[in-house]
C-alpha cells in the first residue's frame, strides 16, 4: 500500500462521541486526501491537504474537520458522529514528481461503524 | 445527475474471455483518466492512468479514452480468475493543482474458473 498505514483499521463508536482516524505515510509525498466510500456512491472526497498545514474542502466536508502539522501525517476529525458517517475511509497520497499528481495511491482503509 | 457513472453489475465472465468496462462522465473539463481495482476489504491500487484522449496499453489492460464522447473504457484481455474485483473509473480536471478525483461508482467483476 505505498508506505501508507491507517490506524485505527476498524472502530466501532457512539452517535456523539468525537473520533479521529489518522493516515501515515513514509513517501515524503506533498499531497493526502481523505475519502469515504459507501454503496452506490464510489469515493468521496472529504478533505485534502497540499502542504503542512494547507487544507481544503472535498466534495462531503460537512461533519469533518482535518489537521497536518507534519508531512507524513494527516488526521481526519469527525467531531461528533453521527450513523450517517459509518462508512469505509480511505487516505490517498500523492505527488509530481515524475507522474501526475492524479495519480494517487491509497491505505487499506478504516472501517468506522456508528452506532 | 452525476459527474461520473459507472455500471456497478456485477459482471459475470468465464475465465479467458475479453471484459469492457466503461465510464461515461458529463465535465468536458476533464483530462486525466485512471482506472483502479479494488480487491474485497482492501484500499483502490492504480492500475493505468491516461491523459487526454486515446489507447494505453499495459500487458492485458487496454485503456481508451473518447472525449468527444465523454466515454472511457478499460479492456481486460484473457481474463482470470484473479482478476476478479471491483473496477473503478477516476477523472480530473486538474484544475488549481489540487489533484482533485471524482471516481465512479465502482463495477464488480467476476471471473469464473
Known amino acids: 500500500d505505498a508506505g501508507i498505514t491507517q490506524s485505527p483499521r476498524h472502530k466501532v463508536t457512539e452517535t456523539g462521541t468525537p473520533v479521529t482516524l489518522r493516515c501515515h505515510q513514509t513517501e515524503n509525498h506533498r499531497y493526502m486526501y481523505w475519502y469515504r466510500q459507501d454503496p452506490g456512491h464510489g469515493l468521496r472526497l472529504i478533505h485534502y491537504s497540499y502542504g503542512v498545514k494547507d487544507t481544503d474542502k472535498g466534495e462531503v466536508s460537512d461533519g469533518y474537520s482535518v489537521s497536518r502539522s507534519k508531512t507524513e501525517d494527516f488526521l481526519l476529525t469527525l467531531e461528533s458522529a453521527t450513523s450517517s458517517q459509518t462508512s469505509v475511509y480511505f487516505c490517498?497520497?500523492?505527488?509530481?514528481?515524475?507522474?501526475?499528481?492524479?495519480?494517487?495511491?491509497f491505505g487499506p482503509g478504516t472501517r468506522l461503524l456508528v452506532l | 445527475q452525476k459527474e461520473v457513472e459507472q455500471d456497478p453489475g456485477p459482471l459475470s465472465v468465464p475465465e479467458g474471455a475479453i471484459v469492457s468496462l466503461n465510464c461515461t462522465y458529463s465535465n468536458s473539463a476533464f483530462q486525466y483518466f485512471m482506472w483502479y481495482r479494488q480487491y474485497s476489504r482492501k484500499g483502490p491500487e492504480l492500475l493505468m492512468y491516461?491523459?487526454?484522449?486515446g489507447n494505453k496499453e499495459d500487458g492485458r489492460f487496454t485503456a481508451q479514452v473518447d472525449k468527444s464522447s465523454k466515454y472511457i473504457s478499460l479492456f481486460i484481455r484473457d481474463s482470470q480468475p484473479s482478476d476478479s474485483a471491483t473496477y473503478l473509473c477516476a477523472m480530473s480536471a486538474s484544475s488549481g493543482n489540487t489533484g482533485k478525483l471524482i471516481f465512479g461508482q465502482g463495477t464488480t467483476l467476476q471471473v469464473k474458473p
Open positions: 490517498a497520497i500523492s505527488d509530481s514528481w515524475g507522474r501526475p499528481q492524479e495519480t494517487q495511491y
Open positions: 491516461t491523459y487526454s484522449s
